[in-house]
């Protein structure tokens, strides 16, 4: 900002950061105005009767996480600290989970040992 006086360089380095900081903000409000749709597919797996596809999804507040069931068999959506639990998945069905406190959850499948997964929730 050669050749500008003092004041006036102050006045717009500080409305660059004033815009750079309330655009963040904005960011953020529209981030929790519109929650966002995972999904997770439950498949078939040679080794095992299931696994969840991709099996740690990391998501936000407020975002809806879908668990759609494309294997042969019915599956469970099942927290390990219980704090959600899809019931009975058949087939060709799904259900949605939408977490309101951040942090790590893993989940597993009631019906199949070694079926499990994580979703990382942010603020």
């Known amino acids: ?67 759609r069931n494309a294997s042969d068999a019915p599956h469970t959506v099942s927290a390990d600290n219980r704090s959600f639990d899809s019931g009975t998945i058949l087939m060709g069905k799904s259900w949605t989970f939408t977490p309101r406190k951040a942090g790590t959850f893993t989940y597993f499948c009631q019906f199949h040992a070694g079926m499990n997964g994580k979703i990382v929730v942010k603020p």
């Open 1 to 67: 900002m050669k050749g500008l006086p003092l004041a006036v360089t102050v006045c717009v380095v500080s409305l660059g950061v004033a815009a750079s900081v309330g655009g963040a903000a904005l960011a953020r409000q529209e981030a929790k105005a519109h929650p966002r749709t995972a999904r997770v597919t439950i498949v078939n797996d040679r080794k095992t009767v299931g696994r969840y596809s991709p099996a740690t999804i990391t998501v936000h507040r407020g975002d809806h996480v879908v668990f």
